[in-house]
């Protein structure tokens, strides 16, 4: 390679005069190439009181963000597959494959930094200190340090290493799946680790356990799932899929069991003793929100759901818990409801599991009927107040309250909801991609801003995506690919 002032010296009047008119056709190919306005452009994207600062595409077609977090700066974190593109361009080589670790700027516009750390990676949480510990797939859990530029500490794990929690002082939970499936992986094995990364207890989950999040206040690991039974409706025996809210001990002990009923008919636990309860229930996300707090996101099919009662009999009775849930318009009522599976929302104390607060979200179609909202790989994030930010699939009928320009006229795709502390409303309601699914997030407040961070999976399978780039750090990507987007509060 010659040096510089070598090369331009032996240069010609005529060659610089070539270079130059090739450098101008190749910028002005570049501008040309920009998305228009809606996406690259002035447009100014609002939800409400939310604006966004970007939306991106990451990666290529069968990439994918897996998990998101908000460091203490108001730095972004992502994780997941990105095989290829302009996020990854530099990235450094912790272990080779495709997974990855991504600091973005806090508007979420520029890549700080990246670094691969292996063939696959599943979710993403932070300590105080803003350590990165990470889900690693069949390669176990790791800590890195804030910069993921070091592994502090890694554990090669049995199963499929798919959920990861961290206390603010450094202590980690994992969860491994038994199998490597999205609903029914197991019981699986819940692994602890003290601040230094020495594993100090491990225990199994219970039916199919989904997702976890740990309490240090209480020492408490609260663990969501299912399970699949049968029982007598009043008229036939009928199969019927029934969740779960469980809080173990750090010393492996259960401290409480909420829902999970009985099947059998003598038992006053038995699942239709006050009325049909016959809709088929899952647990799939769990959060401790920075509200101290901890949060479910379950799937009910049908309105006759278990989470119209508390988790455990009061008093050796069924309660109702119907003062715990605001009740508001369609779209938080499931009127007209069939099996479509939709999406209930719950806070929990982590101490003793009491139940706190709720709510049922679906979306409608033009005939008045409930349509889907999912939670299976979707994602759960909680604020300061309270506030609950959820994102997952769903199928058209969704109440939007911002659709990005030229992204089609379908309303379901990848939701971003968040609900009030109360739960009584949607200030934040709109889906990004209308084949895809949101499937990490955070929400968390730095420097008076609360600001969000969303990111999953386009849908497609190549070719020309419906996802709008907006002040995008990837401008173009394709279906199948991944994308992020951000979005902060306006100033009150």
């Not at 969501?224 to 039974?229: A, F, I, K, L, T």
């Not at 029934?242 to 002990?253: K, M, P």
């Not at 709510?359 to 005939?367: D, E, I």
């Not at 889907?372 to 604020?383: E, H």
Request: with cysteine; net charge neutral; proline share 3%.
């Amino acid at each position: 390679m010659f040096p510089h002032a070598a090369f331009t010296a032996a240069l010609d009047v005529r060659r610089r005069r070539l270079l130059i008119v090739a450098m101008l056709s190749a910028i002005l190919g570049l501008l040309s190439a920009a998305p228009a306005a809606g996406g690259e452009g002035e447009q100014v994207w609002k939800d409400g009181d939310w604006t966004f600062t970007t939306a991106s595409f990451g990666g290529v077609q069968g990439d994918a963000f897996t998990g998101a977090a908000i460091q203490s700066n108001g730095s972004i974190v992502l994780v997941g597959r990105i095989s290829a593109g302009p996020l990854v361009q530099r990235a450094r080589t912790l272990a080779p494959g495709d997974a990855v670790v991504i600091h973005l700027s806090e508007d979420g516009r520029r890549v700080l930094s990246a670094a691969r750390i292996g063939e696959d990676v599943r979710d993403v949480a932070l300590d105080d200190a803003d350590n990165i510990y990470v889900a690693l797939g069949r390669r176990g859990v790791a800590k890195l340090d804030r910069h993921a530029r070091r592994v502090l500490w890694h554990h090669d794990l049995e199963g499929v290493c798919t959920r990861v929690d961290a206390a603010g002082n450094g202590i980690a939970a994992a969860l491994c799946y038994d199998r490597d499936a999205d609903s029914t992986p197991g019981a699986g094995t819940i692994h602890l680790f003290n601040p230094a990364g020495r594993a100090v207890q491990q225990f199994r989950g219970y039916r199919h356990t989904l997702d976890l999040a740990i309490d240090v206040e209480s020492r408490t690991v609260v663990h969501v799932g299912w399970r699949q039974d049968n029982a007598f409706d009043g008229n036939r025996t009928f199969p019927v899929q029934i969740a779960y809210l469980r809080g173990v001990g750090f010393d492996g002990q259960v401290r409480y069991l909420l829902y999970d009923w009985s099947t059998n008919r003598d038992d006053p636990r038995f699942l239709n003793r006050p009325t049909n309860n016959m809709a088929d229930t899952r647990g799939y996300r769990m959060t401790r929100g920075r509200d101290g707090k901890v949060y479910a996101g379950f799937e009910a099919a049908g309105g006759n759901h278990i989470f119209r009662y508390e988790g455990v009999l009061k008093d050796g009775q069924w309660a109702r818990a119907d003062g715990k849930r605001h009740r508001g318009d369609q779209f938080f009522e499931w009127h007209n409801s069939r099996a479509e599976h939709k999406a209930f929302f719950a806070r929990y104390d982590p101490a003793t599991g009491e139940y706190l607060r709720g709510q049922q979200f679906a979306g409608r179609l033009s005939s008045g009927r409930t349509n889907a909202v999912r939670m299976v790989d979707g994602t759960l994030a909680a604020d300061e107040q309270g506030r609950l930010l959820a994102g997952g699939g769903a199928a058209s009928g969704l109440p939007l309250s911002f659709t990005p320009p030229d992204s089609g006229e379908y309303t379901g795709g990848a939701y971003v909801l968040l609900l009030s502390d109360q739960m009584d409303a949607r200030p934040v309601m709109t889906r990004l991609d209308p084949g895809g699914r949101t499937m990490a997030g955070d929400i968390r407040t730095v420097d008076g801003t609360t600001r969000i961070i969303v990111a999953g999976r386009i849908g497609g399978d190549g070719g020309e995506p419906n996802f709008t780039p907006h002040h995008a750090a990837q401008s173009r990507g394709q279906g199948g690919g991944g994308f992020f987007a951000v979005l902060h509060e306006d100033a009150r």
